[in-house]
């Protein structure tokens, strides 16, 4: 069982920066695809927001976010991070790590494991 821990949420201001983090322990695997995803309030759902391969070789990302957020990892401490920058408020959302054996399944929103999630809220 492999356990996601997110930091890094908070409240910010429009065209404001936030990085988000997520370590991940456990599992059977050396290494796991990652991404994150998001849920907005009202009862949206959940959203994928952007995917990296174990190895940091391919990435990709919502088109929402693009040229705006970069995902990156670090293997030697089983962390992956969310640079999110110019901000909106319509990135308000529960952002949340996720893990999957292979990258596609992250990509398609079918991740195996899941992390409790952090709020980010985006003032105007």
């Given at each position: ?39 907005a309030p009202s009862g949206k759902e959940r959203e994928f927001v952007a995917a990296i391969t174990w190895t940091g070789g391919a990435t990709d990302y919502a088109d929402s976010v693009k040229g ?57």
């Amino acid at each position: 069982q492999v356990q996601l821990v997110e930091s890094g949420g908070g409240l910010v201001q429009a065209a404001d920066s936030l990085r988000l983090s997520c370590t991940a322990s456990g599992g059977t695997r050396s290494r796991y695809a990652m991404g994150w995803f998001r849920q907005a309030p009202s009862g949206k759902e959940r959203e994928f927001v952007a995917a990296i391969t174990w190895t940091g070789g391919a990435t990709d990302y919502a088109d929402s976010v693009k040229g705006r957020f970069t995902i990156a990892s670090d293997n030697a401490k089983n962390t992956v991070y969310l640079q999110m920058n110019s901000l909106k408020p319509d990135d308000t959302a529960v952002y949340y790590c996720a893990a999957a054996a292979f990258f596609r399944m992250v990509v398609g929103g079918r991740p195996d494991y899941w992390g409790q999630g952090t709020q980010v809220t985006v003032s105007s």
